[in-house]
């Protein structure tokens, strides 16, 4: 029963452990003691002991004794159950007490060997002495001598460099970060401190000032410890530590120890990196240069083509703006010709609708309109308005003897003589209706208004126009009634009017052909 129970584990750990070349690493008493005792197995995670073993911000188990860990579980496929300790001691008294199987970061003392046994270390890191980055220089154990050095209490380090007789001053601190900081403010010259601390405080604390100066001759050897007990279980870790290739111990070395505390322009790789920078610097500045001068060139053409276009809209716009000046010259010249033709139209409509059409003399409207300008004026000057009012006699008879065109041709006469007589300005000869003509004299007295009229009267019955129906001449003769008086602003020229017709109407009465200048309006 037992044989079979041994074969069945076997197989069970062959089904779960796939190495990646197919070869187990443990023997095969050993793959079966894994597979029955995995689950009692314990490892202790220290929770403060950084960069080897402690939790990142989201409180996972971390650092390079964790990696090394990590790495052996690949090793040996496994994943052994976790415990978190906040002290070494805490660790050990588990370790005694049987809870705890596995010690990840743990340096061999002869009284740690009483309960642990220890694998080869799979890390010796330096101690190195940090000073400032103002103090100049390497640093040996021996250059320290007069020198305040900061180390951490009860550290194996410290136990070393203590009993070595070197003449430095000692300043024992609580941990190796308190060591760091005395020498960042300067309270101590220098401290020690293993590289792998150092360069994780330094990286996280942010502290900016401190420089690795040299080593001691005193490294930090951490190996994996395992109950003195469980020699299966030594063989079984130190197996898989062996299995660890010097590619993934440097790749976990490296991860976690900082070693440049040379220049940074040593570094090859800083150069491959700066070089690569300043090629892409370069490519971009020469993108650049291409792509602002192809800006350039499409602005400049972009900028002569909009200033042709403005160009050419300016000169559209001059032959635009000569062609609306032309357009409104000419409509301004039509205008005015039109506006004048217009003028000289109303000028000749005012001259018609003022002159009589048959005799060519002012007509009826024209003497109103002369008579009240006249009135006004002798009104304001205190002058004498004279009016003749002449009476073709026997008119009636004319028409009816020689005919109606001959007795227009006789007013036309008429009126001709009238015309030809009265000359002076402010004189008006004009048709008063029918036969009837009137004239104004302005400035006559009712004397020379009658010397006038009488020359008038005279000079047509001089031209001897035959008119036998007169029958006391025989030819053409005219009566005429005349009027004068000084208009004052009570009167009307109603009354200068009147007057004339009545002599003139005492004139016909008298006999015709004759002037009367004194009658009495009836
Ligand atoms: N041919 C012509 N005759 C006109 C015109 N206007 C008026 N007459 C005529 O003039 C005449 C006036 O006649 P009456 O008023 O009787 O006066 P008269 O014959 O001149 O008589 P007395 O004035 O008393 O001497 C009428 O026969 C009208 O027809 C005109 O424009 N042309």
């Not at 020689?402 to 008429?414: A, N």
Request: glycine content about 6%; proline content about 3%.
């Amino acid at each position: 029963m037992g044989i079979i129970s041994a074969l069945l584990s076997l197989f069970l750990a062959a089904i779960a452990y796939g190495g990646a070349d197919g070869k187990d690493i443990l023997s095969s008493a050993e793959r079966v003691w894994l597979t029955n005792n995995q689950s009692r197995l314990v490892l202790a995670v220290e929770t403060g002991y950084a960069p080897f073993v402690f939790l990142d911000d989201k409180g996972r188990p971390t650092g390079l004794a964790h990696d090394y860990l990590l790495l052996i579980e690949s090793k040996l496929g496994v994943h052994f159950k976790q415990r978190r300790f906040s002290s070494l001691d805490e660790i050990f008294d588990k370790v005694r007490s049987g809870e705890v199987q596995i010690v990840n970061a743990v340096t061999n003392t002869p009284a740690r060997s009483r309960f642990l046994a220890m694998t080869e270390p799979f890390i010796s890191v330096p101690n190195v002495i940090i000073v400032r980055k103002d103090q100049s220089g390497a640093m040996t154990e021996l250059k320290l001598a007069g020198l305040k050095v900061s180390l951490v209490k009860s550290y194996a380090v410290t136990e070393h460099m203590t009993n070595r007789g070197l003449q430095f001053v000692p300043d024992i601190v609580p941990d190796d970060l308190t060591a760091l900081l005395n020498v960042s403010f300067g309270r101590s010259d220098a401290a020690i401190v293993d590289l792998a601390t150092a360069s994780y405080l330094i990286s996280v604390k942010g502290i900016t000032n401190l420089r690795v100066a040299g080593e001691v001759p005193f490294d930090i050897r951490l190996s994996i410890g395992s109950p003195i007990g469980e020699p299966v279980l030594h063989s079984i870790l130190q197996k898989g530590l062996n299995a660890a290739t010097d590619a993934e111990r440097d790749e976990i070395k490296k991860r976690w120890i900082n070693t440049s505390n040379q220049s940074i322009y040593s570094n090859r790789q800083f150069w491959v990196v700066l070089g690569g920078v300043l090629a892409g610097a370069l490519v971009i500045f020469a993108v650049i240069l291409v792509w602002n001068r192809t800006l350039r060139q499409q602005v400049a053409i972009r900028t002569d083509a909009l200033v042709r276009e403005k160009e050419a809209l300016r000169e559209s716009e001059a032959q635009n703006l000569a062609l609306v000046t032309q357009y409104n010259r000419e409509l301004e010249r039509q205008i005015a010709e039109r506006t004048a033709e217009l003028s000289e139209v109303n000028r000749k409509l005012q001259q018609l609708s003022e002159i009589d059409g048959l005799t060519g003399i002012a007509n009826r409207r024209k003497f109103d309109a002369e008579l009240d300008r006249e009135w006004r004026r002798a009104i304001r000057e205190k002058r004498p308005l004279a009016l003749l009012m002449v009476d073709i006699d026997h008119f009636k008879e004319y028409n009816d003897r020689y005919g109606h065109p001959e007795g227009d041709r006789c007013l036309q006469l008429v009126a001709e003589v009238l015309h030809s007589l009265i000359q002076r300005t402010g004189e008006l000869v004009a048709r008063y209706g029918g036969e009837e003509f009137v004239v104004i004299l302005p400035g006559h007295s009712i004397q020379t208004a009658g010397e006038v009229a009488e020359k008038i009267r005279y000079t047509i019955e001089a031209r001897k126009i035959p008119h036998l129906g007169n029958v006391s001449s025989q030819v053409l003769t005219i009566s005429v009634g005349v009027a004068s008086m000084v208009p004052d602003q009570a009167e009307r020229p109603d009354t200068l009017l009147n007057q004339a017709d009545a002599c003139l109407y005492e004139a016909k009465r008298e006999g015709r052909n004759r002037v009367v200048t004194e009658c009495r309006i009836q």
